[in-house]
């Protein structure tokens, strides 16, 4: 089975670079954190990552075991921040799966908002604020989105940060993907623009290596206590050797290097899938991303086509796995990051464009 379903960016470097970073400690004890340090991390580790990650002035940051935990640390302090009459989330219509099932879990309602080609629409989103149910929260993911790989304008990221202002709402801004699109391809962070009311989350198990598994949130300083709680009492602090070993990546450079690498390497798959597939089935333009959103044939199921594209030999994600409320609908998220062999996404390609007919 070839995987066009999981998206975890990866280059052959970047196991050397761990590797190397992890001798380094290992050859050095004075280097090795002795302890768990405070929950949000070691400060040392938290300084030398947050210039690799881009944070904004005036916020905080906390190193978390994953970039799911940093997300849900990010959602829950930002909850715990509203009143409980506004103890509601507002999302993209599609939306990260994994934060639909969490609030799912956690029974968090949440309402989804429609999106366009430049993101949220925004009287959408007024209308739902001036609503009898207004959301407290909002999250969502504006640069190189997860599955649409939309990037927002910087007008509509303006729009919504003084909406967030006038009806005090709390915002978290999902960054996982943003790193494969260099700065002058990217609009500022809602952080930047509103960061007395932003929580942001990146995953450096995509920035860096899978082998990492940590994340990170930025938040104001006025929630510190409240993410170090949600760190401390779910358990959530980063394993110290592997945030320091991510540190001194970051450090000596060698971070900025596999992000280079992965931007190349991304390149070089979606030349890949537009000559495989052509681009006529794109259902919105990837930008710098490692996924592309795409139409599959009309007048079949979702379950029919995925099991006719598993029968001839690949899997891809359907559209119902990342609607807020698990709508079919004829589109699909195909990655490029799921076979790290440049060959095997080939063949994996090829099979999908006679699944789809091309
Ligand atoms: C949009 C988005 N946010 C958050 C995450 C969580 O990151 P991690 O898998 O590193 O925990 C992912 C992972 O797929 C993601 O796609």
């Known amino acids: 089975m070839y995987d066009l379903w999981v998206n975890y960016?990866?280059?052959?470097?970047?196991?050397?670079?761990?590797a190397e970073a992890l001798r380094g400690l290992a050859a050095d004890p004075e280097a090795l954190?002795?302890?768990f340090g405070p929950p949000p991390g070691d400060p040392r580790s938290r300084a030398a990552l947050a210039p690799l990650l881009g944070m904004a002035p005036g916020q905080d940051l906390a190193l978390t075991c994953g970039g799911q935990s940093a997300l849900s640390v990010a959602l829950l302090a930002a909850l715990g921040a509203t009143s409980p009459a506004r103890r509601r989330v507002a999302v993209e219509a599609y939306t990260f799966p994994m934060a639909r099932n969490f609030f799912r879990m956690e029974g968090i309602p949440t309402l989804g908002l429609p999106v366009d080609a430049e993101g949220l629409q925004t009287d959408a989103l007024e209308?739902?604020?001036?609503?009898?149910?207004?959301?407290g929260?909002?999250?969502?993911m504006p640069v190189l989105h997860n599955p649409l790989g939309l990037t927002y304008s910087a007008a509509r990221l303006q729009r919504i940060a003084a909406i967030a202002r006038c009806h005090g709402l709390w915002v978290v801004e999902d960054e996982a993907y943003a790193f494969l699109a260099a700065p002058e391809q990217r609009p500022p962070t809602l952080a930047s623009l509103i960061p007395e009311r932003t929580l942001v989350?990146?995953?450096?198990?995509?920035?860096?290596?899978?082998?990492?598994?940590?994340?990170?949130?930025?938040?104001?300083?006025?929630l510190a206590d409240a993410v170090a709680e949600q760190v401390r009492i779910r358990g959530l602090t980063a394993n110290p050797v592997v945030a320091?070993?991510?540190?001194?990546?970051?450090?000596?450079?060698?971070?900025?290097?596999?992000?280079?690498?992965?931007r190349a390497e991304g390149e070089r798959r979606r030349a890949m899938a537009r000559?495989?597939?052509?681009t006529r089935r794109f259902a919105a333009d990837p930008?710098?991303?490692?996924?592309?959103?795409?139409?599959?044939?009309?007048g079949e199921t979702e379950a029919d086509f995925l099991a006719r594209a598993r029968a001839a030999g690949v899997s891809i994600a359907p559209a119902k796995h990342f609607h807020h409320l698990d709508r079919e609908a004829p589109l699909f998220r195909l990655s490029l990051g799921g076979e790290a062999d440049p060959a095997r996404l080939e063949a994996g390609l090829r099979i999908l464009a006679e699944v789809l007919g091309e």
């Open 9 to 18: 960016p990866a280059v052959p470097a970047q196991q050397a670079a761990v």
């Open 33 to 35: 954190p002795a302890g």
């Open 127 to 135: 209308r739902a604020l001036a609503s009898a149910d207004p959301p």
């Open 137 to 140: 929260v909002l999250y969502l």
């Open 201 to 222: 989350m990146w995953s450096l198990s995509k920035i860096l290596s899978l082998s990492l598994r940590l994340g990170a949130l930025s938040h104001p300083p006025a």
């Open 244 to 262: 320091a070993a991510a540190a001194a990546m970051a450090t000596d450079g060698c971070a900025a290097r596999i992000v280079a690498e992965k």
């Open 275 to 278: 000559d495989i597939l052509g």
């Open 287 to 298: 930008g710098a991303s490692w996924h592309i959103w795409m139409r599959r044939p009309e």
